[in-house]
């Protein structure tokens, strides 16, 4: 490789770092309050970079946020991908992907800001949780196991109901828990057309990723 070619490729991984370092500035006032509230210079600092800098990486504070916002549901998205992958039944990859959102409070506390502070929008995004959830819902209506008429009426309320439980436990911890987690996801299910009994079943299987479930 030649020297302009070594320069051009530090100078392309410092615009990445620089980028990444105000992506995740922002994530961190995204998890601790409300959007119109922080100005660039705030990001700029928190990131540690140039206020200068700010618009060699983004139009505006706006596409900063909507940036910020996709790398959270992205994350979220990947991992639950990836700790699912080795289960065969789509009702259960739904059931352990509620039930390990529902623990972010405990496990992954700034994404769980982030989702209740920016979620609501973002229920029919293409990217992160919503596309994800929409599709095993899918799968598992295909399989026979679930019985909405609807998937995206079955997506609205697995959303809204994920939504509600995390703002529940992050402003009163006393009144729910972890297993708390398993409930929703049992609630969920016999929502979604399941008996008693076997979404009790369902829900209370192990989860991966060695994270305890309810007895």
Known sequence: MGEASKAASRLERRKTRTRQALIDATRAFLARRGIAEVSIQELTDA???GFGSFYNHFRS?????QAAITDVLEELGQLLDELTAGIEDPAEVFAASVRLTGRMVDT???IARILTHTGLPYLDSDKGLAPRALRDIRHAMAAGRFRPGNPYVALAGAGGSLL??????LEHPDLVDEHSADE???NLLRMYGMSHEEAHAVARRPLPGGTRSAE
């Open 184 to 186: 929703l996801a049992e």
């Open 164 to 169: 509600g439980f995390l703002q529940l436990w």
């Open 47 to 49: 990131a540690d970079v």
């Open 108 to 110: 992954h506390p700034q």
């Open 61 to 65: 504070k706006d596409d900063l946020f």
